[in-house]
């Protein structure tokens, strides 16, 4: 792992955190970039040393946060607050170092409940991991 680049990501995360969508101290951790079109979220990232568990790629909770993010971002561009009720990951094949995409989309808006999936693609731009959640609406 390079301690430096963790640092360095640490630090900037602290001096740009802000308490909101986008912005907030995991995101910048981990430096995701996000982009809204067509009703989908498209989240981008590089995976680094620091991210991986200790069979040297990127680790499971980290894929699981980002599917999460996606779809949480997607549903408060579109719909307003809301909490994730249900999330289940498949994990397809690993992730290493390199620029990652996540792309999440609507299955069906309810007056109360979203459905949605996220897709997780690795540095090469195969499918990764995938997510089917549940969403209540809070606002």
């Known amino acids: ?40 979220c498209i989240i981008t990232f590089s995976s680094k040393r620091f991210m991986f568990n200790p069979q040297g790629t ?39 170092e390199g620029d990652v995409q996540c792309v999440s989309t609507f299955v069906k808006k309810g007056s109360k409940l979203a459905f949605l999936k996220s897709n997780l693609y690795n540095e090469q731009g195969k499918l990764a991991a995938t997510a089917t959640s549940t969403w209540l609406k809070t606002e």
């Open 58 to 96: 990127l680790h499971g909770g980290v894929i699981t946060f980002v599917l999460d993010v996606s779809m949480g971002h997607l549903c408060k561009k579109h719909l307003g607050t809301a909490i994730t009720v249900e999330m289940k990951t498949q994990f397809l094949r690993p992730v290493s």
């Open 1 to 40: 792992m390079d301690k430096q680049q963790a640092k360095e990501q640490f630090n900037y995360a602290l001096e740009h955190e802000k308490p909101e969508f986008e912005h907030f101290f995991l995101a910048k951790f981990l430096g995701l970039n996000f982009l809204y079109e067509n009703e989908q």
